[in-house]
């Protein structure tokens, strides 16, 4: 599978997301500074509220543009055969789940492409850290299963 699809499939649904994003931080920010937010008394904590969550969906506006931005830059070339699992490589399980791409960032985004369901995982997330540095033929557990599960493939 092409890997440079699967980056172009990440970077469009991370562009969406923050285009959704920042729609909710400035309306959240458009209500903190509202004419009709403006507390009536000491214990009116509306536009207190409305001023955290906007900072809140800002931060979260941030983070995603830089996940755009490290994915735009991120080089996915082909592994070749026998390569260690590393960021940029598509793992193949056996067992017939999705494939696995390991990105810097973004964990738990999972796409389609060309009929295939891509899940993005961390070295930072337990399955990530199971897989780093294995090879297509590696045996390793899976965080919650007790059986032990085969790599397939590491492109």
Request: charged share 20%; proline share 6%.
């Given at each position: ?12 649904q ?15 920010r ?43 830059a ?34 738990g ?19 990530g ?11 390793f557990r ?14």
């Amino acid at each position: 599978m092409n890997k440079a699809l699967i980056r172009d499939a990440i970077l469009t649904q991370l562009r969406a997301e923050l285009e959704q994003q920042t729609a909710a931080a400035l309306l959240a920010r458009d209500e903190a500074i509202s004419e009709e937010s403006r507390p009536e008394n000491q214990y009116d904590m509306h536009s207190q509220e409305a001023a955290y969550l906007a900072e809140g969906q800002a931060k979260l506006a941030n983070e995603i543009s830089q996940n755009i931005a490290q994915y735009a830059a991120l080089p996915v070339p082909d592994l070749p055969e026998q390569a260690a699992i590393a960021i940029g490589a598509l793992v193949e399980i056996e067992g017939g789940g999705p494939l696995y791409f390991v990105g810097p960032r973004a964990g738990g985004l999972d796409v389609n492409v060309d009929g295939r369901e891509v899940l993005v995982i961390t070295p930072q997330s337990p399955l990530g850290r199971e897989l780093m540095g294995k090879h297509a033929g590696d045996s390793f557990r899976l965080p919650g299963r007790g059986a032990p599960q085969r790599i397939l493939s590491v492109s």
